[in-house]
């Protein structure tokens, strides 16, 4: 429905209920596993597709990597998400830095370095 629908307010409705789904673990573990879908929202990224709200797939990305599984981040990254999100980040799409952030820096890193500025 995201992908599809032609009215904004359906494609905002469907990303919301996505992002419910993905709160589960075990949904997004079978989000994961499925090449197809993921590959789908990685393609979702991509500026050039006009049909679909850039700041619905950043917030369903960011869904899927808040889970933390390293095997997810090393998929989006080999299907191109940095590549989509950098071009993203050019064109000021709200929550595109923070998911590119997220989806790049090590999370061990990430927890120390927050501990070192308290």
Not at 8 to 24: M, N
Not at 58 to 87: D, F, P, W
Not at 106 to 116: D, E, G, V, Y
């Amino acid at each position: 429905m995201v992908e599809f629908s032609k009215s904004a307010g359906l494609q905002e409705t469907a990303a919301e209920a996505l992002v419910s789904l993905l709160s589960i673990r075990s949904n997004r573990k079978e989000l994961v596993k499925d090449e197809k879908s993921l590959s789908r929202f990685v393609q979702m990224l991509d500026p050039n597709t006009e049909s679909i709200c850039k700041k619905l797939s950043v917030v369903l990305i960011s869904a899927i990597i808040a889970g933390g599984s390293n095997g997810c981040r090393k998929r989006l990254i080999l299907e191109g998400a940095c590549h989509h999100l950098q071009k993203l980040l050019q064109m000021e799409v709200v929550g595109a830095k923070k998911v590119l952030q997220r989806l790049v820096v090590n999370r061990l890193k990430n927890i120390f370095s927050r501990t070192w500025q308290d």
